[in-house]
């Protein structure tokens, strides 16, 4: 019987933590509308040179893209976790 | 009573893991038929339809303990245990992934289930048939 009421008491706990977790994600991404209104401060309108990024490579290279100026250079973007 | 109860509920989870995991295990299948479109509405690459497919085989195996249950209630209690633990787990691997934001696409599914799991534990725990002593099974 004890253990019946401790798996409710944990049971009763998770239920109240999920009900009551706020509406939005907390987690580092954050939610769509944070990175919508992010992006729309930060965006590049076409034509307007790029801000100076630095990225690193896939070997772990700083690389500038101001070093990369003069070259023809296309940027993609994709996620790097396949599920 | 109780027992009526208990039985309905491992006929109705039973019969309902079983078909997804058979879903499931279909979606390998689907995933490498040539020209076949993404699943939705996670796509999935190699390794999410092989995980797909190791879910799917677990969940038949899942679904048919629990239809056994369901026959003869009394002759595997820990049944109830096993599956209200089981559920616990599920539920709580979703509020986790629903705090970490990256299933926002998702919106409040994850909570909607992890919520309608939890309660289904409850039942498994309060409705765990008591075993037989001393009678054949």
């Not at chain 2, 990256?102 to 992890?114: C, I, K, P, S």
Request: net charge neutral; proline share 7%.
């Amino acid at each position: 019987m004890l253990i019946r009421w401790l798996a409710t008491l944990i049971i009763a706990a998770l239920l109240l933590l999920d009900l009551f977790i706020p509406s939005t994600s907390l987690g580092r991404r954050g939610t769509e509308q944070d990175t919508r209104r992010e992006a729309s401060q930060s965006v590049v309108r076409l034509g307007e040179p790029l801000p100076d990024l630095a990225l690193l490579d896939l070997e772990g290279r700083p690389l500038d893209l101001d070093a990369l100026r003069g070259h023809r250079v296309l940027l993609t973007f994709e996620r790097s976790v396949d599920w | 009573m109780s027992t009526t109860i208990y039985r309905t509920l491992c006929g109705a989870l039973g019969l309902g893991l079983l078909g997804l995991g058979l879903g499931l295990f279909a979606m390998f299948f689907q995933y490498h038929t040539p020209g076949s479109p993404p699943a939705e509405p996670i796509p999935v690459g190699p390794g999410g339809a092989y995980y797909q497919a190791l879910a799917g085989c677990a969940l038949v195996a899942w679904g048919g303990v629990l239809l056994g249950a369901a026959r003869k209630p009394q002759a595997a209690p820990w049944i109830a245990s096993v599956t209200a633990c089981a559920l616990v787990l599920n539920a709580f691997y979703r509020i986790l992934a629903w705090l970490i934001g990256d299933y926002a696409f998702l919106g409040n599914l994850l909570r909607v289930e992890a919520a309608i799991m939890l309660l289904l534990a409850l039942a498994f725990v309060w409705l765990k048939p008591r075993p037989l002593v001393g009678q054949p099974l």
